[in-house]
């Protein structure tokens, strides 16, 4: 299998926070901590655009290589993932990820800061999967379930797409020749290596 | 007169370890693969269509999942 990778549609999303709504319901995360959140760039300008932004399981994490506890490991499927029983709440994470995708609940165990949390891809963490143990430190484990994440699987627009990397590329990119606009993904050249890699091919005639 | 040398070098190796280091593991707990399923846990939201340990029905399974899901052109409707 390939890597499991996010995408979102600039051209398809309304901002209508459905995303943020399915993530918060389905691991049932505390207030203060958003592992979801919906951005819109030039806001309030003609064209403006939203997208979804998540940790994005990046091919060379940041945060891995940032942590000093060496919490985070990734799995066979490219999923980051953390074992809360390890951070130590340090913060560095934040500062590396470029997406801000690491939370930190102001009310934690571990000082002031707290544990750091983060979208888990709906893959759960280190726990057995589907325990409870395992949904109440880092939310339900929805691939263990044969499922995707909940945000995607929301999603009204189907602005947001994730699963397998393949499959996700090439629905995105049927959409993109058959409205022939619109082929920029916002992130992936930062997520997963390549400084072409989201980028609107160089042609003439596009009307992106 | 070696009972007692054997006593205070049990008594001095004792003591010793004492003064030694808690070992301290750094790292990660193993995790399991998602295709193994939720194991004991209740399966009633388990999706159907594969098979737990049979990583290659879970990945068609996703697959499926996906396109169904979310590719909209694939739709007759």
Known sequence: ?208 | MSKSLLSMAMLVTLGLSACMEKPQTLGTKTDAAPFTGTGDAPAAFVNGGWKAGDKTSWEQALRTRAQAGQNDYAKTN
């Open chain 1, 1 to 208: 299998m390939a890597r499991m990778k996010f995408i979102c549609d600039a051209e398809r999303c309304i901002e209508c926070n459905g995303c943020v709504t399915a993530c918060k319901n389905e691991h049932e995360v505390p207030w203060g901590v958003n592992r979801r959140r919906v951005v819109t760039l030039n806001d309030g300008v003609p064209g403006e655009k939203s997208i979804s932004v998540a940790c994005m399981h990046c091919s060379d994490a940041p945060c891995m290589a940032v942590c000093p506890v060496n919490c985070f490991y990734k799995t066979d499927e490219g999923v980051v993932l953390h074992d809360k029983d390890v951070c130590i709440g340090c913060g560095y994470c934040s500062y590396a990820c470029p997406f801000g995708a690491p939370q930190f609940p102001s009310q934690g165990t571990f000082g002031v800061r707290g544990k750091m949390d983060k979208c888990t891809f709906c893959a759960g963490g280190p726990e057995a999967n589907g325990s409870q143990a395992e949904f109440e430190k880092y939310g339900r484990n929805r691939l263990a379930e044969g499922k995707l994440p909940a945000c995607a699987e929301m999603c009204s627009t189907k602005a947001l797409l994730a699963g397998d990397g393949d499959v996700v590329a090439d629905i995105f990119r049927n959409r993109v020749l058959k409205r022939d606009k619109g082929a920029e993904v916002w992130g992936w050249g930062t997520a997963y290596g390549s400084s072409k890699a989201g980028q609107a091919p160089a042609k003439e005639g596009g009307k992106s």
